[in-house]
């Protein structure tokens, strides 16, 4: 079974650019997570979906970070613009409806703002 | 709202020590408690779950105990090998699933 896969793995940009970052859940699962994981510190939830809708997105900076998950499988997460602050590796997650407390990550894309 | 401790940051201990990770949590109103293994560059691999209603779980070299009453848990390493070399990380479940993490402890095993 394919795991939860994350696109890029690492990108590169100036401050005050646009990114995207892609997730694909592993099949079936119904529950996406994106979260935040600042250097040495612990994963943040930034949103999350039940299906197609976002159920959280409490702790998702929406003056610059957008997310969707069309049809309710694969997700994008974005950022215009960039700034400083939000380097950080973002993490995908999902989990199958039937055992929710149980979340597979993805490896994470890491992003540099310079 | 949920604020998890894990002391100290980073370990370092010959192989073959057994060891023990702590971790403290503030709300004792969860639903579980989790432990992480996380390798540089790499996600994060579910260790061991314990629910709320559980004292430990053993997996193998690990276990996790829980005492949800003073807001700690614990994960035990037996014979601990440089393979386990990682950061650990706990995490607390509360009301919808939400995962409130710990800042975790770089675990560094020397041959």
């Known amino acids: 079974e394919a795991g939860v896969v994350q696109s890029p793995r690492y990108k590169i940009i100036e401050k005050k650019q646009p990114v995207a970052f892609w997730c694909n859940p592993i099949?079936?699962?119904?529950?996406l997570y994106w979260y935040r994981q600042n250097l040495g510190q612990g994963p943040e939830l930034l949103i999350r979906y039940e299906n197609e809708e976002a159920v959280d997105d409490s702790q998702l900076p929406k003056d610059r970070f957008s997310a969707e998950r069309l049809k309710g499988v694969d997700s994008t997460l974005k950022i215009q613009p960039a700034e400083l602050g939000d380097s950080a590796v973002y993490l995908c997650?999902?989990?199958?409806?039937?055992?929710?407390?149980?979340?597979?990550f993805g490896p994470g894309t890491r992003l540099l703002v310079l | 709202k949920q604020e998890v401790t894990q002391i100290p940051a980073a370990l370092s201990v010959p192989e073959g020590e057994n060891l023990v990770l702590n971790c403290s949590f503030t709300d004792s109103a969860i639903y579980n408690l989790q432990w992480f293994r996380q390798d540089p560059g790499k996600g994060l691999t579910s260790l061991l779950l314990i629910q709320s209603s559980q004292r430990e779980q053993t997996s193998g070299r690990l276990n996790a105990s829980l005492d949800k009453s003073s807001g700690r848990s614990t994960l035990y390493i037996a014979a601990s090998q440089p393979g386990d070399s990682a950061t650990y990380l706990c995490?607390?479940?509360?009301?919808?699933?939400?995962?409130?993490f710990g800042k975790g402890i770089t675990l560094s095993v020397r041959p």
């Open positions: 099949s079936g699962h119904n529950t």
């Open positions: 995490a607390a479940t509360g009301a919808n699933s939400k995962l409130t």
């Open positions: 997650a999902s989990s199958p409806w039937d055992s929710q407390e149980t979340q597979y």
